[in-house]
């Protein structure tokens, strides 16, 4: 059993490395797209009542982007290197925005007159922050040079028509994750209304997926192989099916006014669009220049790490799923966490 794990340790951090990032964009993008919707939620008591939905556990989503981040660097140096090299700009600009997003939420209830200020910073920093993940994401997808070990591009390689149709998508996507979240999570006028936001980003959602998919195989003879060349095809045909009954489940729990289908079903499709990326991805961790073996650490550093992750994700798990069970339940403007 410990010689099979040695083994494979490599996978088995690459998946838990997948595991924390899938988590953080499920979790932190919720909280996220209420913040891209606060311009579009029309009185204060409404804006008041949808941070709080969202204020006892934003701070907890973000564990998982850290658990990440730092388990690419400790465990894929060398991926580490060669992503951060080439995304450094949009990497910036999303830890700012984070910042920035995360001092909102306290200074916007100590003052009166600057208030609108700090509704659009909770507003920009989310909106940023989302835009940054979706051209970080467009990026990785379309390729990254690598020679030598090293990065082999330039500044601006990231800035692509590509990565800037990921980065309104996963915008767009966030956004409908809030709404839904909204719809979960509030009553009366506000939910209402949150109801029809979603309705407009699901279809806004379902074309960029649609666009995104249909791309992407054309960037790359490699992601055209994985998809449609058989047996392939057979192993992977269960996404777009699954992504069918997702989209078929968000639009009926909307047009019935149900509180839980739309958020299940927007939280489905973000993880079937993920596992739709690691299928393309597979079994490189920079596509297609370094595979997950080559990036790999030490087995004996491997080994070390496991060790305190065994420990570490149980506990992370654990004052997650605490803090949504304290704070379950449907939130108003005065039985909220401020």
């Not at 996978?11 to 924390?20: K, Q, S």
């Not at 961790?285 to 004996?300: D, F, G, L, N, Y």
Request: with cysteine.
């Amino acid at each position: 059993m410990i010689d099979l794990v040695t083994a494979n340790l490599p996978l088995i951090w690459a998946g838990l490395i997948a595991f924390a990032v899938l988590a953080y964009v499920m979790l932190d993008g919720f909280d996220l797209g209420v913040g891209i919707l606060f311009p579009f939620i029309r009185t204060r008591a409404d804006r008041d009542t949808a941070m709080n939905t969202v204020a006892p556990i934003w701070d907890g989503n973000e564990t998982w982007l850290v658990l990440g981040g730092g388990g690419l660097f400790a465990v894929f140096p060398l991926a580490y290197s060669v992503i951060m090299s080439a995304l450094y700009a949009p990497v910036i600009a999303m830890l700012l925005a984070l910042v920035f997003r995360g001092v909102a939420f306290e200074f916007r209830w100590k003052t009166e007159r600057g208030r609108f200020l700090w509704d659009w910073a909770f507003a920009g920093g989310s909106t940023i922050a989302a835009f940054s993940q979706g051209i970080m994401l467009g990026a990785l997808v379309q390729g990254i040079p690598v020679a030598e070990r090293a990065y082999a591009g330039g500044w601006w390689d990231w800035l692509t028509p590509f990565s800037l149709l990921t980065g309104i998508a996963v915008v767009i996507g966030y956004a409908l994750l809030g709404a839904t979240w909204l719809v979960l999570k509030t009553t009366g006028p506000l939910q209402q209304h949150a109801n029809g936001i979603a309705k407009l980003a699901a279809l806004g959602t379902v074309a960029l997926i649609g666009a995104v998919s249909l791309i992407t195989p054309v960037l790359d003879p490699q992601y055209m192989q994985r998809w449609f060349s058989f047996p392939q095809i057979v192993y992977a045909s269960p996404v777009p099916i699954l992504v069918a009954i997702c989209v078929f489940l968000l639009f009926t729990g909307l047009r019935q006014d149900r509180d839980f289908q739309p958020f299940a079903a927007s939280l489905g499709l973000f993880a079937l669009s993920y596992v739709g990326i690691g299928i393309g991805f597979y079994p490189y961790i920079v596509p297609h220049s370094v595979t997950i073996e080559a990036a790999a650490a030490p087995p004996m550093s491997l080994g070390f790490l496991l060790a305190g992750a065994v420990v570490l994700i149980p506990v992370i798990l654990a004052y997650t799923a605490y803090a949504y069970w304290v704070f379950r339940g449907k939130v108003t403007r005065e039985s909220g966490y401020h």
